[in-house]
């Protein structure tokens, strides 16, 4: 069996089997509902109807279990069912409800069973299941297997069903990429941004405001404030207006634009008053709010292409299950922008996007993949519009010479994109920038110019984000750079710390105050603990990059004693010449 992504995924899926008769066997009273492999490993989700909670020794054992079971080189084998009906009803009669309830759901798809056998071909377990499998369990070493946790999970996805157990586990073709991944996996959880966050005094999420909605404490808002600085100046460069618009809108805004009909179940409404029919929404797009800014004035030929930008603040509903820090949120702003433009002007300025895109992905040292999305079952306007679409999207990468992936069907309602997934340290992929490319909504709205001829045409309008938002971007970064941020991000760039109060104070006022001055941020350090406590604190727990001590001898040469963060002492400089490099690292953001 050739040991590739697409025969991992299989052995990941057979294991999941293993580990369910492993669970079924050490708790009797567990019924099942899913188990799929996932691109990491895989899960499976139990009903113990006695109410145990499974514990970190029940993982154990459980894996120890699998790994006996792996041993007796037990076959899978495909079983069509022939009778659904008796099928269903041996399910219930086992009290596999969530099985009969999945068999029930997929009577007409041809349904089979896999069952694992022992070497005389008696059935040890049986799961619903499409496959495919491996030939038997002599292709999983059990060393390579590891049971990582356990989470809570409702049934199908919905918080209205009962709440299940999910274990995640994973495994590899052997221990070595095993023990890889789980090195990766530790890495990972030191990074986590909600970890960080509280360590840093980042952004809080309150239980008195509601799940998805953000806190932005000082520390976490001065890094956004630099990244908002930054997005604002390359946008005027880059030839952009930037434009504000209001929170809230009549429902008909949204029907015209279309949301009503296709993005409804994740808008918030609010009723003007009680004696009222009147609905406002939430707003959870900017773009109808800027094409109505677009509609304002007369536009020509010689006027296009506007591009219009916007840091919009937008509320989408979300699952309360699905909410994660400041990855997925209920309320976020979105570094928003919108292209209004020719036909013949299309290609050029999605090239201009994705050269934004790279520009600004290099500064944080991160490198991107490419996905083109194309139309979804559900979407808005003629199919020969989305077929212009994706050709004008496809051109300007083949263009380019870039390299990307089709992933057909999860383009936005409205028209097809171009995702663009960005890498971290770790080598993870993020969803952030973004390209849609809309026929639509020009239409909808129908808002149009003057061309060279004098004919009255609508407008191509290209939906675009560099960041996608603000929250989740801020979450990637304190990942990416696991808290240490570069020193034109760092919410304290600088501490100061005395050896003595008594006798170094003055002069590290004076040089406090100096490098405030010169637009540094800077903290004095003058608390009564220990000197080396205090440079530890900076830049190890705090992840300050400098730390600058005061003596006697510095206050002689009128120079600071440089500790910088991950390397140590780096030697006494000149206190301007120590402000200037600082001043360098600021403005090119180093």
Request: net charge negative; aromatic share 10%.
């Amino acid at each position: 069996m050739e040991k590739n992504n697409e025969t991992l995924h299989v052995l990941r899926h057979s294991c999941s089997h293993i580990m369910a008769q492993a669970v079924q066997k050490l708790f009797p009273q567990a019924k099942l509902a899913i188990g799929p492999a996932t691109d990491t490993g895989f899960y499976y989700d139990f009903d113990l109807t006695d109410g145990h909670a499974f514990t970190q020794d029940d993982l154990v054992k459980i894996e120890e279990e699998m790994k006996n079971i792996i041993k007796q080189n037990l076959t899978f084998e495909k079983y069509v069912i022939p009778d659904v009906d008796k099928q269903i009803e041996e399910f219930k009669a086992e009290g596999e409800i969530y099985k009969a309830e999945l068999l029930e759901e997929h009577r007409n798809d041809n349904p089979t069973l896999y069952l694992t056998k022992d070497k005389d071909g008696n059935v040890l377990f049986n799961d619903l299941c499409a496959g495919p499998h491996i030939p038997n369990t002599s292709y999983i070493k059990g060393n390579a297997i590891k049971l990582l946790k356990v989470a809570g999970a409702y049934w199908r996805g919905n918080e209205k069903n009962k709440m299940l157990q999910r274990i995640y586990a994973t495994v590899y073709w052997n221990k070595e990429d095993l023990q890889a991944y789980l090195t990766f996996i530790e890495e990972a959880e030191k990074r986590d941004h909600r970890k960080l966050g509280t360590q840093l005094d980042l952004f809080s999420v309150r239980e008195e405001i509601g799940s998805g909605f953000v806190l932005w404490h000082p520390n976490l808002a001065t890094v956004r404030e630099e990244i908002e600085n930054y997005w604002r100046s390359e946008h005027r460069k880059r030839g952009y207006v930037i434009v504000n618009t209001p929170q809230i809108a009549k429902s008909k805004l949204w029907e015209i634009s279309g949301h009503m009909d296709h993005y409804k179940e994740n808008m918030f409404f609010i009723q003007k008053d009680e004696d009222s029919e009147e609905q406002y929404v939430v707003k959870p797009m900017n773009c109808p709010f800027h094409i109505l800014i677009y509609q304002a004035n007369r536009h020509s030929y010689r006027s296009l292409p506007l591009r219009m930008a916007e840091l919009g603040t937008v509320y989408r509903k979300e699952k309360s299950g699905a909410l994660a820090g400041l990855t997925r949120v209920q309320g976020f702003t979105q570094d928003d922008a919108h292209i209004f433009c020719t036909p013949e002007q299309l290609v050029d300025e999605i090239n201009e996007i994705i050269d934004f895109v790279a520009d600004t992905m290099a500064i944080f040292n991160m490198s991107f993949e490419v996905e083109l999305s194309t139309r979804p079952e559900s979407f808005v306007g003629e199919i020969e519009n989305w077929d212009r679409a994706e050709a004008g999207l496809k051109e300007a990468m083949e263009r380019r010479g870039m390299k990307y992936e089709i992933n057909e069907g999860d383009g936005a309602f409205y028209g097809p994109k171009i995702d663009f997934k960005v890498k971290d340290a770790l080598g993870r992929t993020w969803q952030c920038a973004t390209i849609q490319l809309d026929f639509n909504l020009p239409e909808r709205f129908d808002i149009k110019y003057q061309d060279r001829d004098g004919s009255m045409k609508t407008p191509v309008m290209l939906h675009r984000v560099i960041f996608g938002s603000m929250e989740r971007f801020h979450g990637i970064l304190i990942e990416h750079y696991a808290g240490a941020f570069p020193t034109w991000l760092a919410p304290t760039q600088v501490a100061i710390v005395p050896i003595s109060n008594e006798k170094h104070a003055d002069f590290a006022e004076e040089v406090y105050k100096k490098m405030r001055n010169a637009g540094i941020r800077v903290k004095l350090d003058d608390r009564s603990e220990s000197m080396n406590y205090k440079i530890r604190e900076s830049l190890q727990d705090k992840k300050i990059p400098y730390v600058c001590v005061i003596g006697d001898k510095e206050i002689e040469a009128n120079a600071v004693a440089i500790r910088k963060r991950g390397v140590g002492q780096v030697g006494t400089i000149a206190v301007d010449e120590f402000i200037t490099q600082i001043e360098d690292e600021i403005k090119n953001r180093v």
